[in-house]
């Protein structure tokens, strides 16, 4: 089921299972998806049944089930059909912009568009910032110049006053988000960083309000020798300040995850020239194309859509779909990409996919789901920070309670200030920002070098990889036969014999037939009229070609026609065993040669298994052909640990799934609608993006170009983006495990340190931009 806006939720979705729900429907209190038959907690209004994700939830529908039912009008995003989502919680979709209600950040595009303007958390956050700096710093230096100095350039009393008056529009406004966020974290009792900050800094601002406006209440002990009360104006406004600036900088970086797919989206043309059916020629707006048309792309332009060429010659730079810089060479029927920029020739072409079908569109709906999907790795962050918050929270009441009986004077000081210290540092944003991060910018890379991972699962099981099952046709082989070569018997000449050859297989639909054609065409042979043309299943065809009797087919057939092959069996045998296709030809009764048909090993695919092996993967060949034909293309191809012929289409899964019970971890690479199955049933699905759309959605990474060449590359990345996710945890919890006792005052008895505030404020900014700025050292990742 689509997930629709929470505020747009039709009732009627939340009809009991046995009712008819399905898929998935919305708690209609948080917009968490809940599974409805699985669903422990719901509720029943009128013969409407609800369901919730939590007890907490069912119990506030419950208390006002009419606040939640109402129908609200829809934003201006929910109308256009904009979803926003959580990078941390993929679950929560929204009809607009606003903040998750499980962690508070703030929801962004499901799918970044070319048109969707500025962000509006990042301009409000940058604009709260900018005044609240302009603020904290002459706030700073007039607190702490004077501490630091001696000299106070206002009198104490009058000093109160100033910093209450500067550092409340601070407070009240620029924290205000924090505090809305930090409420809704406690009433949905899903605590989070949203929750330390406001804590902290409200505690601060409240104390040093109380201490301006009502300081009798304080014991003598808590004064300072000028007998006024300690205020922290200075602490909360700094605080404020410094999280505003985590925040736009994680807005900014976040933001900049989206430029992956914004830049495919820019590739697209705006317009396209569509040929009319009387020859006429226009441009027309690249929606208004559709599949059938004739379209023309000139020297320089790119290719509108996905289609065929039906006439010119020209090579095509391919780099933003495959990674690789090499034009690749483009005549009548091949297959172009829409996006792809054409060279110096001209081309004519026929389109078959518009709008969302074609490449481009895939491949940006593909990168935008990985990059809101989940990793097994983030379990434990998720499990961490369930029990993390809380556990601050009790530290440092621990730690105020210490201070308060335990510590020098002016003890309530001391206990206030230390456990604020450790509110601030704990943040667990760093934690929170570890995972989602290095998979956003990790599925863009990956993308712009041919390698569309369908979710972050697959991306961090595809290092451990350790078997590599492999479908011949389509993955090792290009999947297109080819004429090889025409073995002529004494008497008879080439061209002549393939005319013929070609002109009987001129109606067959048959991969080798095709070839056959292809051959002949490209040696521009005029193919003779036939006549009597029948074909003999598993033989071969017979037909009349210019008064003669021509056959055309294996042994049976030239035993059919009572025709010897010996003089050409040798060399037909040695071909077989080479892995290549042998048909006899005969004309009039008359041995007259060989056909031979190959379909090529690709290029890269001796390198790619070459580099697999280095790495420890075992290569095992899969295929549906003969044993001798698979064997060829081993020894050819060279590292192939394994080779299973004459596999049937249900066998495959099942050879996959014996491999999983080995304790193997599998890799299956196919093409076909036949290798959907076993794609399914490995560890990673791996599909040849040359191959078809059955795979491709079977698969858990599309590569492309479709060579083994992209399962290097994809290795490549998923170590790369792992070995950045292990960083960002460990840092992340190393800041925590190390600043929280330093922040609570351990250091304090020996070394006489403590860990003001602000300090605490900027590590904590800090952990958070160091997490993001080692997320974004995967866009430079060389693959």
Same mark, same amino acid.
């Given at each position: 089921?689509?997930?629709?806006?929470?505020?747009?939720?039709?009732?009627?979705?939340?009809?009991?299972?046995?009712?008819?729900? *399905?898929?998935?429907?919305?708690? +209609?209190?948080?917009?968490?998806?809940?599974?409805?038959?699985?669903?422990?907690?719901?509720?029943?209004?009128?013969?409407?049944?609800?369901?919730?994700?939590?007890?907490?939830?069912?119990?506030?529908?419950?208390?006002?089930?009419?606040?939640?039912?109402?129908?609200?009008? +829809?934003?201006?995003?929910?109308?256009?059909?904009?979803?926003?989502?959580?990078?941390?919680?993929?679950?929560?979709?929204?009809?607009?912009?606003?903040?998750?209600?499980?962690?508070?950040?703030?929801?962004?595009?499901?799918?970044?568009?070319?048109?969707?303007?500025?962000?509006?958390?990042?301009?409000?956050?940058?604009?709260?910032?900018?005044?609240?700096? /302009?603020?904290? *710093?002459?706030?700073?230096?007039?607190?702490?110049?004077?501490?630091?100095?001696?000299?106070?350039?206002?009198?104490?009393?009058?000093?109160?006053?100033?910093?209450?008056?500067?550092?409340?529009?601070?407070?009240?406004?620029?924290?205000?988000?924090?505090?809305?966020?930090?409420?809704?974290?406690?009433? %949905?009792?899903?605590?989070?960083?949203?929750?330390?900050?406001?804590?902290?800094?409200?505690?601060?601002?409240?104390?040093?309000?109380?201490?301006?406006?009502?300081?009798?209440?304080?014991?003598?002990?808590?004064?300072?020798? @000028?007998?006024?009360?300690?205020?922290?104006?200075?602490?909360?406004? &700094?605080?404020?300040?410094?999280?505003?600036? @985590?925040?736009?900088?994680?807005?900014?970086?976040?933001?900049?995850?989206?430029?992956?797919?914004?830049?495919?989206?820019?590739?697209?043309?705006?317009?396209?020239?569509?040929?009319?059916?009387?020859?006429?020629?226009?441009?027309?707006?690249?929606?208004?194309?559709?599949?059938?048309?004739?379209?023309?792309?000139?020297?320089?332009?790119?290719v509108p859509a996905d289609g065929t060429v039906t006439e010119g010659h020209s090579s095509v730079d391919e780099s933003m779909i495959s990674g690789e810089p090499v034009p690749v060479e483009k005549g009548t029927g091949d297959k172009v990409t829409g996006a792809t920029v054409n060279?110096?020739?001209?081309?004519?072409?026929?389109?078959?996919?518009?709008?969302?079908?074609?490449?481009?569109?895939?491949?940006?709906?593909?990168?935008?789901?990985?990059?809101?999907?989940?990793?097994?790795?983030?379990?434990? /962050?998720?499990?961490?920070?369930?029990?993390?918050?809380?556990?601050?929270?009790? =530290?440092?009441?621990?730690?105020?309670?210490?201070?308060? *009986?335990?510590?020098?004077?002016?003890?309530?000081?001391?206990?206030?200030?230390?456990?604020?210290?450790?509110?601030?540092?704990?943040?667990?944003?760093?934690?929170?920002?570890?995972?989602?991060?290095?998979?956003?910018?990790?599925?863009?890379?990956?993308?712009?070098?041919?390698?569309?991972?369908?979710?972050?699962?697959?991306?961090?099981?595809?290092?451990?990889?350790?078997?590599?099952?492999?479908?011949?046709?389509? %993955?090792?082989?290009? !999947?297109?036969?080819?004429?090889?070569?025409?073995?002529?018997?004494?008497?008879?000449?080439?061209?002549?014999?393939?005319?013929? /050859?070609?002109?009987?297989?001129?109606?067959?639909?048959?991969?080798?037939?095709?070839? =056959?054609?292809?051959?002949?065409?490209?040696?521009?042979?005029?193919?003779?009229?036939?006549?009597?043309?029948?074909?003999?299943?598993?033989?071969?065809?017979?037909?009349? $070609?210019?008064?003669?009797?021509?056959? #055309?087919?294996?042994?049976?057939?030239?035993?059919?026609?009572?025709?010897?092959?010996?003089?050409?069996?040798?060399?037909?045998?040695?071909?077989?065993?080479?892995?290549?296709?042998?048909?006899?030809?005969?004309?009039?009764?008359?041995?007259? !040669?060989?056909?031979?048909?190959?379909?090529?090993?690709?290029?890269?695919?001796?390198?790619?298994?070459?580099?697999?092996?280095?790495?420890?993967?075992?290569?095992?060949?899969?295929?549906?052909?003969?044993?001798?034909?698979?064997?060829?293309?081993?020894?050819? $191809?060279? !590292?192939?640990?394994?080779?299973?012929?004459?596999?049937?289409?249900?066998?495959?899964?099942?050879?996959?799934?014996?491999?999983?019970?080995?304790?193997?971890?599998?890799?299956?690479?196919?093409?076909?609608?036949?290798?959907?199955?076993?794609?399914?049933?490995?560890?990673?699905?791996?599909?040849?993006?040359?191959?078809?759309?059955?795979?491709?959605?079977?698969?858990? =990474?599309?590569?492309?170009?479709?060579?083994?060449?992209?399962? &290097?590359?994809?290795?490549?990345?998923?170590?790369?983006?792992?070995?950045?996710?292990?960083?960002?945890?460990?840092?992340?919890?190393?800041?925590?495990?190390?600043?929280?006792?330093?922040?609570?005052?351990?250091?304090?008895?020996?070394?006489?340190?403590? #860990?003001?505030?602000?300090?605490?404020?900027?590590?904590?900014?800090?952990?958070?931009?160091?997490? $993001?700025?080692?997320?974004?050292?995967?866009?430079?990742?060389?693959?």
């Open positions: 089921m689509k997930p629709e806006p929470a505020a747009d939720q039709d009732p009627q979705q939340h009809r009991h299972a046995q009712g008819g729900v *399905v898929g998935k429907v919305t708690d +209609p209190v948080c917009g968490m998806e809940v599974d409805p038959a699985t669903s422990q907690h719901r509720h029943e209004v009128a013969g409407v049944t609800w369901h919730f994700c939590s007890e907490q939830c069912a119990r506030k529908f419950a208390g006002d089930p009419a606040a939640y039912q109402k129908p609200k009008a +829809p934003p201006q995003s929910a109308v256009s059909g904009t979803i926003w989502t959580c990078p941390m919680h993929p679950q929560i979709r929204r009809g607009g912009p606003g903040t998750c209600p499980i962690c508070g950040m703030a929801l962004e595009p499901l799918q970044p568009s070319l048109d969707e303007g500025p962000n509006p958390e990042l301009i409000a956050m940058t604009r709260r910032f900018r005044v609240c700096a /302009a603020l904290s *710093v002459p706030l700073l230096i007039l607190t702490m110049g004077a501490e630091l100095t001696g000299w106070h350039p206002l009198p104490m009393a009058l000093s109160i006053w100033v910093q209450f008056a500067i550092a409340t529009p601070v407070v009240v406004w620029g924290a205000w988000p924090f505090f809305e966020r930090g409420w809704a974290s406690l009433k %949905t009792r899903n605590l989070n960083m949203f929750t330390l900050i406001s804590l902290g800094v409200g505690a601060a601002y409240l104390f040093s309000l109380v201490a301006t406006f009502a300081p009798g209440i304080f014991p003598l002990a808590a004064r300072t020798m @000028g007998g006024m009360v300690p205020v922290y104006y200075e602490a909360a406004a &700094v605080i404020t300040a410094l999280v505003l600036l @985590g925040q736009v900088l994680e807005l900014q970086a976040r933001s900049a995850t989206g430029r992956a797919i914004r830049a495919l989206l820019g590739l697209a043309p705006k317009t396209a020239r569509r040929v009319a059916a009387d020859g006429t020629e226009a441009d027309v707006p690249l929606a208004e194309v559709q599949p059938g048309d004739l379209l023309r792309v000139r020297p320089g332009e790119k060279g110096t020739g001209g081309l004519l072409m026929r389109a078959e996919r518009v709008g969302s079908d074609t490449v481009l569109s895939q491949i940006v709906h593909m990168v935008a789901a990985a990059q809101r999907s989940r990793a097994p790795i983030q379990a434990l /962050a998720d499990k961490v920070a369930g029990w993390f918050v809380p556990g601050v929270i009790a =530290i440092a009441v621990v730690a105020f309670a210490v201070w308060l *009986v335990w510590g020098p004077e002016p003890r309530l000081s001391h206990a206030l200030i230390n456990a604020v210290a450790v509110l601030i540092i704990a943040c667990p944003c760093a934690l929170g920002l570890a995972t989602p991060m290095s998979i956003m910018v990790g599925t863009g890379r990956g993308a712009a070098s041919g390698v569309l991972v369908k979710n972050a699962e697959a991306l961090e099981l595809t290092e451990k990889i350790d078997t590599l099952v492999v479908d011949k046709t389509g %993955t090792l082989t290009l !999947g297109k036969p080819r004429l090889v070569e025409v073995v002529v018997a004494k008497g008879f000449a080439e061209d002549v014999l393939l005319a013929q /050859a070609a002109a009987l297989e001129r109606g067959s639909e048959h991969p080798l037939a095709a070839a =056959i054609v292809d051959g002949a065409e490209t040696r521009n042979l005029a193919l003779p009229p036939v006549s009597g043309f029948a074909s003999h299943t598993g033989k071969g065809v017979t037909a009349r $070609i210019a008064e003669q009797s021509v056959g #055309l087919g294996n042994a049976a057939m030239m035993e059919l026609l009572k025709v010897d092959p010996a003089p050409l069996a040798a060399r037909a045998d040695a071909l077989r065993a080479d892995g290549q296709g042998v048909m006899f030809l005969a004309v009039d009764g008359q041995l007259a !040669g060989l056909i031979v048909v190959a379909d090529p090993i690709k290029e890269s695919a001796i390198a790619a298994v070459a580099a697999l092996r280095r790495d420890g993967v075992r290569v095992v060949m899969l295929t549906g052909d003969n044993r001798r034909t698979a064997e060829a293309v081993a020894r050819k $191809i060279g !590292g192939i640990d394994e080779v299973m012929a004459d596999v049937l289409p249900e066998q495959k899964q099942k050879v996959v799934e014996q491999l999983r019970r080995e304790g193997r971890r599998v890799g299956m690479a196919g093409d076909g609608i036949n290798d959907a199955p076993a794609l399914a049933a490995a560890d990673v699905g791996i599909a040849m993006g040359t191959g078809t759309d059955v795979a491709m959605e079977s698969a858990a =990474i599309t590569l492309v170009k479709g060579d083994l060449g992209g399962i &290097v590359r994809a290795r490549r990345l998923s170590r790369a983006v792992m070995r950045n996710i292990r960083e960002n945890l460990f840092f992340s919890f190393v800041f925590n495990a190390a600043g929280i006792p330093v922040a609570a005052g351990i250091l304090y008895p020996s070394f006489g340190l403590l #860990l003001s505030p602000i300090i605490a404020g900027a590590a904590m900014a800090f952990s958070s931009v160091a997490v $993001i700025g080692n997320s974004l050292r995967l866009r430079t990742v060389r693959l």
